[in-house]
């Protein structure tokens, strides 16, 4: 009886470890292609799924929207108004577009990690956070750049401060500017996505673990089921927070490059 006891609770892969990050190929052609697995799957459908809903939606724009003209109408603007205006000003409305997307690409990859069947969001790979951080900070040296020339070094890197203070003032701007914005950016996308499908693992395999262990702890089992979904309605909270985080200080680092007076 103990080795059949230990037999089923071996059969549960638990602790999660970060191998369960590093999932298996499915290439209808078998072989070992690493480079298309679930998560490559999750990012084409993430693309598709916005395109084709968008597409659908303003295929025949009416006076009084439909429910999908509305939300995405909707979308849209308080991605412009909120964000936007908000944080860049007038000048905001230009980038509404890219924000918006950026907002809705993010949200997308996010919302996988409590999906049935999928449970795991891209940006839990730090790859795919790294390349958005990458084209946000991209964009910002290219606007500051465009915006004031060669004067941009001087905008970003020189606060306005005593000049005594400038030799250890200009090397903590250059850290903090074009070093940790976009380190900040990736590494809080990662993070947040990560933690939260560990959490989720641990409290559905936990409580699978421990019911093929000893069936006096059904029990338990109830409470560790129950609190993954608890837990998934906070990830959701978090999956919202953060596509909104990225999107708002990708703003904010934009308003930065444009502004007229350095900061």
């Not at 560790?224 to 906070?234: C, E, H, P, R």
Request: hydrophobic share 55%.
């Amino acid at each position: 009886m103990t080795g059949q006891t230990i037999v089923l609770a071996a059969d549960v892969p638990f602790p999660p470890t970060v191998e369960d990050f590093y999932l298996p190929s499915i290439a209808p052609w078998g072989g070992h292609d690493v480079w298309f697995t679930k998560v490559t799957l999750l990012l084409w459908l993430s693309v598709a799924i916005l395109i084709l809903y968008f597409l659908l939606s303003y295929r025949k724009p009416q006076l009084v929207p439909t429910k999908k003209q509305w939300l995405a109408e909707s979308i849209y603007g308080f991605v412009r108004n909120n964000i936007a205006v908000e944080m860049i000003g007038r000048e905001g409305v230009r980038f509404a577009p890219y924000l918006t997307t950026l907002f809705c690409f993010i949200f997308m990859m996010n919302l996988w990690g409590i999906i049935p069947f999928a449970q795991i969001s891209p940006n839990a790979h730090i790859a795919f956070p790294i390349i958005l951080a990458v084209i946000s900070w991209v964009m910002f040296i290219y606007l500051g750049f465009r915006k004031h020339g060669a004067g941009y070094i001087k905008h970003a890197l020189v606060p306005p401060a005593p000049w005594f203070i400038l030799p250890i003032l200009v090397p903590i701007e250059f850290f903090s500017n074009f070093i940790v914005r976009p380190f900040s950016l990736a590494v809080r996308l990662f993070a947040n996505m990560f933690a939260g499908h560990m959490l989720l693992l641990v409290f559905t395999l936990g409580g699978f673990a421990m019911i093929n262990a000893n069936a006096l702890l059904t029990p338990v089992s109830i409470l560790s089921w129950v609190m993954t979904i608890a837990l998934t309605f906070l990830d959701f909270a978090v999956i919202a927070l953060q596509a909104y985080v990225f999107t708002v200080l990708t703003a904010s680092y934009i308003q930065g490059s444009v502004s007229e007076e350095a900061h």
